[in-house]
């Protein structure tokens, strides 16, 4: 995408950036990879403008805190966060999408309902199951897996 702030191959750290995977308001994601261990990432990089600002600085470290403590199958693990020059990064798990962008509710799904309830009501679960797991119990915003 030639809007892109960073650049197909340009580097970022230790991360040798893919392309962009999303956007949004608090910044960009890449898919990258880690130029040391090979490993697929997805790099979140903070706009810039709120990287800038103190406050919202201390938000987002505090939060990438708080997710990095969560561990479960359905949230993306964060690793540690970092400033590379002005530029704030967070390295997250990537997670490859299916084909269809579409998650499938397993065969163990409860029955007895319209297939758009039992994804919904599957989804809801894993993302309760999800938060239980958090250590202290109070996170804020947390990425999930596809499942």
Do not use: C
């Amino acid at each position: 995408m030639s809007d892109d702030p960073l650049p197909y191959g340009a580097t970022l750290g230790a991360f040798l950036l893919e392309g962009r995977v999303g956007q949004g308001g608090m910044g960009t994601v890449y898919r990258a990879r880690n130029r040391i261990t090979g490993e697929a990432r997805a790099v979140k990089v903070v706009r810039p403008e709120h990287a800038a600002n103190d406050e919202l600085r201390a938000r987002f470290v505090r939060e990438m805190r708080l997710a990095s403590a969560v561990d479960h199958p359905n949230v993306v693990r964060v690793y540690e966060p970092s400033m590379e020059g002005d530029t704030l990064i967070l390295p997250m798990e990537f997670v490859e999408a299916s084909p269809s962008g579409r998650t499938s509710v397993p065969a163990t799904a409860p029955l007895g309902a319209s297939a758009p309830t039992r994804r919904w009501r599957w989804r809801s679960r894993s993302v309760m199951a999800s938060l239980r797991s958090t250590r202290s119990g109070s996170s804020t915003a947390t990425s999930s897996r596809p499942t």
